[in-house]
């Protein structure tokens, strides 16, 4: 059973039951019943918590059952799912019964194959024409009757009624409709984000500004919505991120997220994935024609704050190249270093958290300041580096920048030391006799933490 909020678990699980029941009348009985609730056909069976206990127990020599009945096809599989079960059933000697076959599956009968390819293609099928279906609808709604569908309203807003629901049988169950409204507690939070920042506030110093003040951020203002989330302060991605909302223009917007199936590596007989949820491009996003609920800013406003994040254009008109952009870490605060160009060449610097949320200390170290062309020159002449990767002898900086993204190796750079890290060494930079010495720290660090400096550094920094 794929949802549990709209289906009914006694009665369709009993309807299949008995279609079971009837299938094995006089040759068998069920010993025991295995049924996924709230699960999707799509899933593979070893991802579904009780088909994957019907896998160990077909494994398991002492199972008590020698076959499997199914009461319908498209519950139980998707695609070819079936024919990944089928070695797993052939090899332990478990048959497999469908109301389809009439009984017993012959896997050598080229007839009762091809009925189960057919049945594996309608199964897939049915749920792609339903999926197509329920978006071309939904995007019909937010387009032309900005209709909210469904989630928690962006901060700044609440939930109110809306009257009842278009459709006369929804509205007899008592389903009725949501729009938005400004919640008096947030809104006015949310305005003054915008008014900072059109003012040439940066991001970091709105975010420390809230902080400062107690204002409590998204999931601190309504924890039951958000259970995932900490509710302790604002970062720099949340006022990012309620800075890029277009709903705030008064306008539903729907589809700026979806929800992909990523496969994983292959780990035997079925192909599995997982879902993962990204961001749409803005070209994807369907907006509503008309105004939908009370505006909390101006097009016009909201417009002119994105421009602040296009990316400044040099004076003279030429584009900056920053060969090492990214790969250059702050031995101090470990965050990844801005691009900085000065006295006609690039560089790079780190301002320790002058670009996060972090209040100001008087303590905080000086920024730190690296050029590019001497770290380049330092990288292509030291032996022990050249010696471990030879690669990085090539004198072109381009190639050398390459070889250190493809290798996950990072510039590590404070004011006394230079040093690149790989997954499992360090390579001292500073010293032109120096040898592969300790174990790598950052490294360690760098899946948990790379994404976190990519993006203080991305909405904070120059």
Known sequence: MSTVGFQDRASSCRWQRDYARDLVAGHGRIVVEFFDEGVSRRVPWPDRPQASRLLDAVMDSARGFDAVVVGEYERAFHGQQLEQLTPTLLRHGVQLWLPETYGPVDFDNPRQLALLDLLGVHSQ?????????????????????????????????????????????????????HRLEPDSATAPHVRWIFEQRLAGRS???????????????????????????????????????????????????????RTDRDALPDEGTFDRHHEIQRWSASTDWVISREIAHTPLVSEEHFVAVQAIHTAPTPADGIPRCYVLAGVI??????RIMDSHWVHDRAGYRCRHANTSTSPSSSRRQKTLYVREDHLLDRIQHDSCLRRHHPAMRDQDPDSVAGYLRLNNMIIVCDHEAWTIETDTAVFPLTAPTSVLTRTAKIPAQRDGDRSKREEESRFGGK
């Open 125 to 177: 099928r049915e749920v792609s024409w339903a999926r197509h279906r329920t978006t071309a609808a939904m995007r019909a709604q937010a387009e032309l009757q900005g209709r909210h569908l469904g989630g928690r309203p962006p901060y700044g807003y609440r939930l109110a009624d809306a009257g009842p629901h278009p459709n006369r049988a929804h509205a007899a169950w008592g389903r009725r409709l």
């Open 203 to 257: 991001v970091a110093s709105i975010a420390r500004a809230l902080n400062d003040n107690g204002v409590l951020c998204p999931s601190g203002a309504d924890p039951a919505r958000n259970p995932h989330r900490s509710g302790r302060q604002w970062m720099l991605t949340t006022v990012a991120a309620i800075l890029a909302n277009p709903r705030y223009t008064g306008r539903q917007v729907w589809n700026r997220q």
């Open 329 to 334: 870490c702050c031995g101090v605060c470990s």
